[in-house]
């Protein structure tokens, strides 16, 4: 893959460490791919994050990266339909992106990024099995 200069910060060379495993580096390139590539009017994006309980902050750094990704990537954000949403059962929104963040015994970390449009999702979803890998 070819880099390109560009201000999304979930592929520079800081996020980028020993530490990051080589699914984890597919995962965040085939999202940022399709998210270049995806130029649909009535397509729409969201993250869910699952990690366990122990984890301080929600939504994860990555899940915020992914949705931060979006928005540099292409202008496309579309607005939901809900109209009512008392205990933000929709998530956070972080650059117009709804992210999810779930805490589950028995998880370490899961990123999943869906993009639906008419007739059509694809998911995108890494599963870590282990702390040092984030």
């Known amino acids: 893959m070819t880099r390109k200069s560009t201000s999304c910060v979930i592929w520079s060379?800081?996020?980028?460490?020993?530490?990051?495993?080589?699914s984890q580096l597919l995962h965040r390139r085939g999202t940022y791919e399709a998210f270049r590539r995806?130029?649909?009017?009535?397509?729409a994006v969201e993250v869910i994050e699952t990690?366990?309980?122990?984890?301080?902050?929600a939504p994860s750094g990555t899940a915020a990266r992914i949705a931060e990704a979006?928005?540099?990537?292409?202008?496309?954000?579309?607005?939901d339909e809900t109209t009512a949403d008392p205990d933000d059962a929709r998530?956070?929104?972080?650059?117009?992106?709804p992210v999810h963040a779930m805490r589950v015994r028995g998880f370490t970390a899961s990123?999943?990024?869906l993009l639906g449009s008419t007739g059509e999702i694809l998911s995108l979803r890494h599963n870590s099995a282990e702390l040092r890998r984030y």
């Open 13 to 22: 060379p800081i996020y980028e460490t020993w530490r990051t495993g080589h």
């Open 38 to 43: 995806d130029r649909s009017p009535s397509s």
């Open 51 to 57: 990690h366990h309980p122990e984890k301080l902050d």
């Open 70 to 79: 979006r928005r540099v990537t292409t202008a496309i954000v579309l607005p």
């Open 91 to 97: 998530g956070a929104t972080v650059s117009g992106i």
């Open 111 to 113: 990123q999943e990024v």
